[in-house]
């Protein structure tokens, strides 16, 4: 799911499915799979179910990937760990295990105490779940595992990306539960997706 993006000029012509008119360059676009919407239709369609958001957890936005390269990355580059804990909260990890540990990495960021193997690991047994994520061998294996890869910062993204597709549909699924109002859905799902715009607007800029 691209969440917004502006429809250039010399993109190819695109109809919203929800209303079946023309898109018009220049102007926020939602595009959910393979449809494009207009902004509104978009929340229309969420709420309506259009939008193909199947609950099972097999289709559940996630990055497994790019959560183990983050907090690999963090817990051999303070640098990287200093602009992960900056940008994402421990809620944006799918996995317990990654979201265990990068709350431990927050905690210790907080604490103005650095992050390595052996910090992390003393935190995580202050928080009782250093069971929960494998144990040390766990831990040490991350880094074990770790490639510096050019673009680490992107992985960044991937996690936030998902994290945030997983925001909007619980948003969506939430509204259309609760029997509210045609209107009330609307207003909720622009409130959503302006926090959505938010979040990123805020990453692009720390990423840059």
Known sequence: MNIIRFKAEGDNAAFCAYCECELEN???AVQVNADWFHEQC????IAAGMADLNRSMKNVPKAPEAE????SGCLVDEELADLACAVLVDQDFFYMTPRHIFRAMQSLRR???PVDVVTVVEELRAMDVLDDVGGVVAVTKLVEDYFPWPNEKE???LVL???LKRY???AGETLITNGRSLRQVEGELEAA????RKRQEEVRERLR
Do not use: D, P, Q
């Open 26 to 28: 220049g102007r926020r």
């Open 42 to 45: 978009a929340m229309k369609a």
């Open 68 to 71: 183990a390269s983050v907090v």
């Open 111 to 113: 604490k103005e105490k």
């Open 155 to 157: 992985h960044i993204t």
């Open 161 to 163: 990306a998902a994290s």
């Open 168 to 170: 909007l549909i619980h």
């Open 193 to 196: 997706l302006e926090f959505v």
